[in-house]
């Protein structure tokens, strides 16, 4: 799926400022070329708009009558803002992942190891240690351990 973006003068300008790419900068039509493609193979990742200070840093710059989309990809350590205008995706602006922007934003992932214990689940794990008493004294009663 081919995502069509429209890309500011000022995401330019930051891509020179805070990335080490070799690209032709004079020529507009290559550097979009390459955008498109690093575009492409970003993820959306919506966990940015639970970053109050960054939203509210966004929504200060463009509005706050605005669509967010943030595009993040990993292997250009890119993260892209694009804005909905005129039903078309601007992108407006873009930072490093790593940036001391999102230093209050944390990732939580689902622990596998970590059980989650609701009043339900404890009653079953209580019924269930009750029943494995009751299978220990019944077998000690068979064998004549009583």
Not at 6 to 28: A, C, G, M, Q, S
Not at 38 to 46: P, T, V, W
Request: charged fraction near 35%; proline fraction near 1%.
């Amino acid at each position: 799926m081919v995502k069509q973006y429209i890309y500011t003068h000022h995401v330019i300008d930051r891509l020179k400022e805070r990335f080490d790419f070799n690209w032709e900068w004079d020529n507009r039509y290559e550097v979009y070329k390459q955008l498109d493609v690093i575009l492409n193979d970003s993820k959306e990742d919506r966990s940015y708009l639970n970053n109050t200070k960054f939203l509210l840093y966004l929504r200060d710059l463009y509005g706050y009558d605005e669509q967010y989309e943030f595009m993040a990809n990993a292997e250009y350590n890119l993260l892209f803002v694009a804005i909905r205008e005129r039903g078309k995706k601007v992108v407006k602006t873009c930072w490093p992942l790593n940036s001391s922007q999102f230093n209050c934003r944390k990732q939580y992932k689902k622990k596998d190891d970590h059980k989650r214990y609701t009043p339900r689940s404890k009653k079953k794990r209580r019924v269930l240690n009750e029943l494995e008493a009751i299978e220990e004294y019944i077998e000690g009663d068979l064998h004549g351990n009583l």
